[in-house]
């Protein structure tokens, strides 16, 4: 594919500028800004640092880009060098030939579009109870019986699985897919190299979490294990049940003291997220073409993710169903959006820089 440009002006010259691939993901960091303060105000309720109890985010983003860049750097300059002497020299080397100008940009640009993005949708999500105090989870309980012939999914899947060993295993990938979604898209920024996998996987990943927050205000939901904690008392404690009972701790403590607890509420289950952003990963992972091994890793993670979010009770089906839905459509869209194939990073380059004379005046040839 022959990349796509954009032709535009600077000093009077003509330029030609290559799309990075991030400005939609830049443009919807910007709106999920402004939609948290605008929510925030009407709410009157402050915004916060969703992960402030690890330190403040102007300290911690440089030292995830530092970090993200020692560890791209540092192994190849150590495999490089002849000596331990000259490792300084390959450092320099390495740095040079990987991170110029326009690599950088890429990076901390999609770096920091996704961490405001993140952050101001956790904002979003824990302004829900807020500003729709309506619950459906009823309405969507009563639509799982239907669909299951009037019995409970996660009760089927306890039925089937058991509530021991199935348990273990499936809060394991359950609390993966938590390190692994930050992990992906520093591979995809920093590892990578390849802008139109990365801008694609970047931009559909704020895409998810822009859709998944609008459907959360639209029909808010608490899900099974707050709606109904009893049909989850038989399962063995797991990292994931001592995650569900912190996440609704804060939530009553922000319900009871909103203007001055430290913590954001998180709970809100439809759609899932988690369904989503693994959906659209297989997606991405598909069409960019990558190892059909990893493409078969990712869809099993898939179902096992389906199935771990309804066991646990985290989710209703419907809630499921609806993030298939929006992981397709974040995929969908993103690639429209994603940086040619042309994986050269050029900034600008001057198409024809016309000659002077004396006088300051375009000469003719």
């Known amino acids: 594919m022959t990349p796509r440009l954009r032709v535009g002006l600077q000093k009077g010259y003509p330029q030609v500028v290559r799309r990075t691939g991030l400005e939609l993901s830049s443009a919807l960091a910007v709106a999920s800004v402004i939609a948290a303060a605008m929510v925030a105000w009407y709410c009157d309720l402050p915004l916060r640092d969703p992960d402030g109890s690890t330190g403040p985010t102007y300290i911690r983003l440089p030292v995830i880009v530092l970090l993200a860049l020692l560890l791209d750097i540092v192994p190849r300059a150590v495999t490089r060098a002849s000596s331990w002497r000259s490792i300084r020299e390959s450092v320099v080397d390495v740095a040079r030939e990987r991170w110029q100008m326009a690599s950088l940009r890429f990076m901390i640009v999609g770096l920091v579009g996704w961490y405001v993005t993140y952050a101001s949708i956790r904002n979003l999500k824990g302004m829900v109870p807020f500003a729709n105090h309506h619950l459906y989870d009823g309405d969507l309980a009563r639509l799982d019986r239907a669909m299951f012939g009037g019995h409970r999914p996660a009760t089927l899947l306890h039925d089937l699985l058991g509530t021991g060993i199935a348990a273990h295993v499936l809060s394991f990938f359950y609390i993966v897919w938590i390190v692994a979604l930050p992990a992906s898209l520093a591979v995809a920024l920093v590892w ?127 809630d499921v169903i609806a993030g298939v839905l929006v992981g397709m459509v974040a995929a969908w869209v993103a690639e429209r959006f994603a940086a040619p194939e042309d994986t050269e990073k050029v900034e600008t380059r001057a198409i024809e820089r016309p000659r002077s004379n004396l006088a300051g005046k375009p000469g003719h040839s």
């Open 192 to 318: 990578a190299r390849r802008d139109r996998i990365s801008s694609w996987w970047v931009t559909a990943v704020s895409l998810d979490w822009i859709m998944g927050v609008v459907l959360n205000f639209a029909l808010p939901t608490l899900g099974p294990i707050y709606d109904r904690p009893g049909d989850f008392a038989d399962l063995t404690p797991t990292s994931t049940t001592s995650l569900q009972q912190s996440m609704w701790t804060e939530r009553l403590d922000v319900l009871a003291d909103p203007a001055h607890t430290h913590t954001v509420q998180n709970i809100a289950a439809f759609a899932s997220l988690h369904v989503a952003i693994a959906t659209t990963a297989c997606i991405v992972a598909h069409r960019a073409g990558l190892h059909r091994a990893l493409v078969h890793a990712l869809r099993a993670f898939l179902v096992i993710t389906m199935v771990a979010t309804v066991y646990f009770g985290w989710h209703y089906v419907s």
